[in-house]
T-cell receptor
């Protein structure tokens, strides 16, 4: 069975601090996809990244970076020099290898990040 | 700019009422989804649709039904609302992947409909 665990329920940091959001997954598929979404207070989830299991290179996009480690089944998300606008709930999600709507995303329970000014 | 629009941000209904939640997307996406979001439980899939008039049950379909008469519109129906259906409801859409093993494409979400059933 597929499962995503985000053990950190809430994190509070002060602006300009670096923060890492943890994501641990379980799957029996050899090909799978991992996602991160951001849900700001407005409520609309926003797509951040999609990564397949064969691409183990870390990704950096501005202040955001993602560390994918198959050995520990983790796909952690780091925000460098956090800003108040980063305050949101962040969800990690997992899917199997197939395309189409029948390949469901399994979401973690989310991590609420509060960045204090 | 791509857009998923949910008709109501906040609704208050009484137990036993029939409730309609509407969702429209303007991206010509094949796939549409209804999720429910509850604290500590993350997002759980209620129903999804991969084509007009097609629907598939998600993980928690009990007490819900859906309708997709047009490609751009996907409605969630609570036939007889109950207090345990008080929740945030999120609609999403996506393109279908190219190729069988292309994996799911990213979801585009609406802003959510917060339903309170009294």
């Amino acid at each position: 069975a597929q499962k995503v665990t985000q053990a950190q329920t809430e994190i509070s940091v002060v602006e300009k601090e670096d923060v890492t959001l943890d994501c641990v997954y379980e799957t029996r598929d050899t090909t799978y996809y991992l996602f991160w979404y951001k849900q700001p207070p407005s409520g609309e989830l926003v797509f951040l990244i999609r990564r397949n299991s064969f691409d183990e290179q870390n990704e950096i996009s501005g202040r955001y970076s993602w560390n994918f480690q198959k050995s520990t089944s983790s796909f952690n998300f780091t925000i460098t020099a956090s800003q108040v606008v980063d305050s949101a709930v962040y969800f990690c999600a997992l899917s199997g290898p197939y395309g189409g709507a029948t390949n469901k995303l399994i979401f973690g329970t989310g991590t609420l990040l509060a960045v204090q000014p | 700019d791509v857009k998923v629009t949910q008709s109501s941000r906040y609704l208050v209904k009484r137990t036993g009422e029939k409730v309609f939640l509407e969702c429209v997307q303007d991206m010509d996406h094949e796939n549409m989804f209804w999720y429910r979001q509850d604290p500590g439980l993350g997002l759980r899939l209620i129903y999804f649709s991969y084509d007009v008039k097609m629907k598939e049950k998600g993980d928690i379909p009990e007490g819900y039904s859906v309708s997709r008469e047009k490609k751009e519109r996907f409605s969630l129906i609570l036939e007889s609302a109950s207090t345990n259906q008080t929740s945030m409801y999120l609609c999403a859409s996506s393109l279908t992947s190219v190729g069988l093993a292309g994996g799911p494409r990213e979801l585009f979400f609406g802003e959510g409909s917060r339903l309170t059933v009294l």
